[in-house]
């Protein structure tokens, strides 16, 4: 048995709801110590839930991951509670019923009126504010959110919130018990979302956003998020994972509770889909196709043959342009370095938030030749590039670009033009998004960045990628896009507008 299993903070705890997210916190609680007693309301459910947990116990025991005295043991732990009030002498009641506001106040007065005065009530909720569900009951010091991912057993994350009214000692008990349990904990204050749901808007909401637009396909934006920013899932291959039907609601919900805050705001894309049942892997069809659970992914279009090659000239103000001179040469280009360029050249620029049209007009360029490329990340650091055309970009330097820049084999990616590339916008609205919930004080920086790598898989935190991308990039970013958008949605959050301006980290704290 895992050594911290021994002596847990809690020695008795209840669960009641017995579904995937109740067996998976009892199978947690177990193996770290606890005798666990499970109740259901619905016949037979937890019966079913302890023989569930224990079959995987005896999956870990087949693959050498446990002996089978400790299965055993384990198996010992865990007990069946036919009436709600033999959980009276649990310390610790963990509820995981269906979220809906009303059924838990009605529970939580239930347990109230049936455990000791000193028993902790926890609520599974992942959208329910934990004030709510307390609000006016006896004990509301005693209540709080404990809140985990599914699958239990691999999220190793779970966000300890604390209502209005509970105690301090309440928190500190539940995050070394999460310690115990093998997860990490996260301390969230009691706001939509909490942590994970709200850091996560940003990535799919951007995506919808920029679909809308037609800059790009739904395939093409995830391909371009995995290729560069090195996501594991593309948006919609991860709302078509999740399904619509829970997706969709928990981005109006959100919205909603923030009162209509743009940063949030849903896609009609989303709703028409909801409405219409294409809900994603569950029903076979979504953002993509699915035949026998497999993901049918659009060809690539073949890189264009181009005999005769124009020069290149790149735009003194684009970003990195070093980096871009470097990749021309490297890539064989023919490259032009006068003040203007000559009459037969593709010009290229390089803009961070701002469209390739405002940048021709600006820099009286002949738009008929220009296109823009990403540089945001550097080049070394993708699996892909990516070229913006503008509504005049003719056919033959689209081409010309896009074959130069396949030359050495990495795959190149040519959208339309919008503010901003995909990955600048979907990064600059991760990080934006992240810095206002520092700024409402959610939750730590420290916290922050744990929860969304281990409750939502990226590549890093969100102030990380902040850091790596540098503040000031991202600000410019945000700007831009105010200025080609005028939407509030790329309104930069203060903590990101000081940071940015003094050259800190996003890490910083103030004194």
């Known amino acids: 048995m895992n050594p911290i299993s021994k002596h847990p903070t809690f020695t008795q705890i209840g669960i009641v709801g017995t579904g995937a997210m109740g067996r998976g916190i009892a199978q947690l609680a177990a193996q770290a110590g606890s005798l666990v007693w499970l109740y259901d309301k619905q016949p037979a459910a937890a019966a079913q839930a302890i023989a569930a947990v224990e079959a995987q116990w005896v999956k870990q025991a087949q693959k050498g991951k446990k002996s089978a005295a400790e299965v055993a043991e384990l198996t010992k732990r865990l007990q069946l509670a036919d009436d709600i009030t033999q959980l009276k002498h649990c310390t610790l009641i963990v509820e995981a019923i269906v979220e809906s506001l009303p059924v838990k106040r009605e529970l939580m007065a239930e347990l109230i009126n049936s455990t000791h005065p000193d028993t902790i009530l926890a609520t599974n909720t992942s959208s329910l504010s934990v004030t709510a569900i307390a609000a006016g009951l006896a004990r509301e010091s005693n209540m709080v959110g404990f809140h985990f991912f599914n699958p239990v057993p691999l999220m190793k994350v779970v966000e300890v919130i604390?209502?209005?009214?509970?105690?301090?000692?309440?928190?500190?008990?539940?995050?070394?018990?999460?310690?115990?349990?093998?997860?990490?904990?996260?301390?969230?204050?009691?706001?939509?979302?909490?942590?994970?749901?709200?850091?996560?808007?940003?990535?799919?909401?951007?995506?919808?956003?920029?679909?809308?637009?037609?800059?790009?396909?739904?395939?093409?934006?995830?391909?371009?998020?995995?290729?560069?920013?090195?996501?594991?899932?593309?948006?919609?291959?991860?709302?078509?994972?999740?399904?619509?039907?829970?997706?969709?609601?928990?981005?109006?919900?959100?919205?909603?509770?923030?009162?209509?805050?743009?940063?949030?705001?849903?896609?009609?894309?989303?709703?028409?889909?909801?409405?219409?049942?294409?809900?994603?892997?569950?029903?076979?069809?979504?953002?993509?196709?699915?035949?026998?659970?497999?993901?049918?992914?659009?060809?690539?279009?073949?890189?264009?043959?181009?005999?005769?090659?124009?020069?290149?000239?790149?735009?003194?103000?684009?970003?990195?342009?070093?980096?871009?001179?470097?990749?021309?040469?490297?890539?064989?280009?023919?490259?032009?370095?006068?003040?203007?360029?000559?009459?037969?050249?593709?010009?290229?620029?390089?803009?961070?938030?701002?469209?390739?049209?405002?940048?021709?007009?600006?820099?009286?360029?002949?738009?008929?030749?220009?296109?823009?490329?990403?540089?945001?990340?550097?080049?070394?650091?993708?699996?892909?590039?990516?070229?913006?055309?503008?509504?005049?970009?003719?056919?033959?330097?689209?081409?010309?670009?896009?074959?130069?820049?396949?030359?050495?084999?990495?795959?190149?990616?040519?959208?339309?033009?919008?503010?901003?590339?995909?990955?600048?916008?979907?990064?600059?609205?991760?990080?934006?998004?992240?810095?206002?919930?520092?700024?409402?004080?959610?939750?730590?920086?420290?916290?922050?960045?744990?929860a969304v790598t281990l409750g939502l898989g990226y590549p890093m935190g969100p102030l990380a990628l902040g850091d790596h991308i540098g503040p000031g990039n991202v600000l410019e970013v945000l700007f831009n896009l105010q200025t080609v958008y005028g939407d509030t949605r790329y309104r930069p959050s203060p903590w990101l507008r000081r940071r940015g301006a003094l050259g800190l980290s996003l890490h910083q704290t103030e004194a």
């Not at 894309?269 to 659970?293: E, P, S």
């Not at 090659?309 to 003194?316: A, T, Y």
């Not at 008929?368 to 055309?389: F, K």
Request: net charge neutral.
């Open 162 to 450: 604390p209502g209005l009214n509970t105690g301090p000692g309440v928190v500190e008990q539940l995050c070394q018990y999460a310690r115990e349990m093998g997860h990490t904990p996260v301390v969230a204050q009691d706001t939509p979302g909490f942590i994970v749901n709200h850091a996560g808007r940003a990535y799919t909401t951007e995506a919808l956003k920029i679909r809308s637009e037609q800059v790009a396909s739904f395939a093409e934006i995830d391909t371009i998020l995995k290729d560069q920013a090195d996501f594991k899932l593309g948006p919609f291959e991860l709302m078509d994972l999740t399904g619509l039907d829970v997706s969709h609601p928990v981005m109006e919900s959100i919205y909603r509770q923030y009162y209509d805050e743009a940063r949030y705001r849903p896609s009609v894309i989303t709703a028409q889909r909801l409405t219409a049942g294409v809900l994603g892997r569950k029903t076979g069809r979504g953002f993509y196709t699915y035949t026998d659970q497999q993901i049918q992914r659009p060809p690539q279009p073949p890189v264009p043959s181009v005999e005769h090659m124009p020069p290149v000239w790149v735009s003194p103000k684009a970003a990195r342009r070093p980096g871009i001179y470097k990749l021309l040469k490297d890539l064989g280009a023919s490259i032009e370095t006068a003040a203007t360029p000559s009459a037969n050249a593709l010009i290229l620029v390089a803009p961070l938030g701002l469209d390739v049209t405002t940048l021709a007009a600006v820099e009286r360029l002949d738009p008929t030749r220009t296109l823009g490329i990403d540089m945001l990340l550097d080049d070394a650091s993708t699996r892909r590039r990516v070229l913006a055309t503008n509504p005049a970009t003719r056919l033959d330097m689209k081409h010309a670009a896009w074959a130069l820049f396949a030359r050495d084999g990495k795959p190149v990616s040519v959208i339309k033009d919008s503010g901003g590339f995909v990955t600048q916008r979907v990064l600059a609205h991760i990080v934006n998004i992240a810095a206002d919930m520092c700024q409402q004080g959610i939750c730590s920086p420290a916290d922050l960045d744990t």
